[in-house]
Every structure is written in structure tokens, then in C-alpha cells.
């Protein structure tokens, strides 16, 4: 696509519930990444995949925190058991080479844990 | 791993003056550093960035300097207008993956 697309762009949930947010990054991007920023925060790197290399997940807060990315594509980020502490806007951000270039972000997805 | 601190946190400039923002970062083999813009709601963009092998880099109004030495690089932005008005971010990496990125700069243009 033209550019990186993330739904979705909102998402209300309850505490305790699971949620998945997608990404699908712009096409023959090879590296994509997740980030997190909170309400007047900087951006907090949570994971980061790299054609079919094991994804570095070093920045993921938790074991309920969780990331796939399908044939090298889009990918989801599932939040399982959400607190209200996981609110935030996930961005995410492709490359179409390892951090040259600079990232190309998506709008976000704005996630609220009430 | 790499830490970027940003200053200042806030910036308040007149209208036609020039902004700086400064970053340092702890990791002396980040060799990319680029700077982010975002607009209030939206996602950030890509401004200008700067490798190590350069100390300077310009675009229209904006440049960029990096001191590898003393581990700094600055944003200069001159001529401030409204619409430079957002949230600055720098970031540093070693070229390979996984940028680092400072706290933020909230830059308000007065007109």
C-alpha cells in the first residue's frame, strides 16, 4: 500500500480482556516494529521483526504482550489479560531497509483499557 | 543499549526566531540520527536525518549538526513559523535496527 496502515484506529476495552491490533506496513518494507506512547510520553520500542529472522522482542513490558508477523507482512500485536496500564497509542513502523532510511510510521492505534 | 536524553521538554519561540533542540545519546557506535515531527494526533514523520559521517546536513529551514565527539546532535530549526509548532523527537541508532528515541521536544511557535 502507500503507506502503513494500522486498525484499529481506536480501540475501548475492558480490563482483563484480550486484544489484537494489526499492522500492515508498506509493501516491500523488510523490517517492521512496534512501538508505544503513552499520553505525553516519548516512544517506547516494544518489538521488531526482520524478514524472516527471529523477531527481537527485548522491549515487550510482559509475557502478556505477544507479536506475529505473517509471510514477512502485516503483523498483529495481541495485549492479553489488558490493564488499564497498557493504554496508549500503538505505532507501527516500517523500513524498507534495517533503520536506513528512517521509519515510516502508521497513524496508531489509540487503545483505552477501562 | 543505547539511552537518548532530549532538552529541553518545552519550547516557546517567537515567531521568525530561530529553535534548537539538543540530544545526547550513550552508545558511541550509533551511526544514524534522525529527527521526527508530530503534529498533534497524528503519526510522527521523518524531518531530516544525519549519518556519522557527516557533521552537518541542511534542508530550507531546518539543519542539523552532530558533534560524535562530545556524542551530541542538535536541531535548528530558523525562521520559526505557526506550523512548526508540534513535538520533536530525535532518535540514534547503529544503522542496523531499533531506533532510540529521546523524551520530546514540545515546540509552540508565538505569533
Known amino acids: 500500500g502507500a503507506g502503513v496502515s494500522q486498525s484499529p484506529s481506536n480501540k475501548v476495552t475492558e480490563k482483563g480482556k484480550d486484544v489484537e491490533l494489526r499492522c500492515d506496513p508498506i509493501?516491500?518494507?523488510?523490517?517492521l516494529y512496534w512501538y508505544r506512547q503513552s499520553l505525553g510520553q516519548g516512544l517506547e520500542f516494544l518489538i521488531y521483526?526482520?524478514?524472516?529472522?527471529?523477531?527481537?522482542k527485548s522491549g515487550l513490558p510482559s509475557d502478556r504482550f505477544s507479536a506475529e508477523r505473517t509471510g514477512g507482512s502485516v503483523s498483529t500485536l495481541t495485549i492479553q489479560r489488558t490493564q488499564q496500564e497498557d493504554s496508549a497509542v500503538y505505532l507501527c513502523?516500517?523500513?524498507?531497509?534495517?533503520?536506513?532510511?528512517?521509519?515510516?510510521f502508521g497513524s496508531g492505534t489509540r487503545l483505552t483499557v477501562v | 543499549g543505547e539511552n537518548v536524553e532530549q532538552h529541553p521538554s518545552t519550547l516557546s519561540v517567537q515567531e521568525g526566531d530561530s529553535a534548537v533542540i539538543k540530544c545526547t545519546y550513550s552508545d558511541s557506535a550509533s551511526n544514524y540520527f534522525p529527527w521526527y515531527k508530530q503534529e498533534l494526533g497524528k503519526r510522527p514523520q521523518l524531518i531530516i536525518d544525519?549519518?556519522?559521517?557527516?557533521g552537518e546536513k541542511k534542508d530550507q529551514r531546518i539543519a542539523v549538526t552532530l558533534n560524535k565527539t562530545a556524542k551530541h546532535f542538535s536541531l535548528h530549526i530558523t525562521e520559526t513559523q505557526p506550523e512548526d509548532s508540534a513535538v520533536y523527537f530525535c532518535?540514534?541508532?547503529?544503522?542496523?535496527?531499533?531506533?532510540?528515541f529521546g523524551a520530546g521536544t514540545t515546540v509552540t511557535v508565538r505569533a
Open positions: 544525519i549519518r556519522s559521517n557527516v
Open positions: 532518535a540514534a541508532s547503529r544503522g542496523d535496527y531499533k531506533l532510540s
Open positions: 521483526f526482520q524478514g524472516n529472522s527471529a523477531p527481537d
Open positions: 513502523a516500517s523500513s524498507l531497509v534495517e533503520g536506513e532510511g528512517g521509519y515510516t
Open positions: 509493501s516491500g518494507h523488510t523490517a
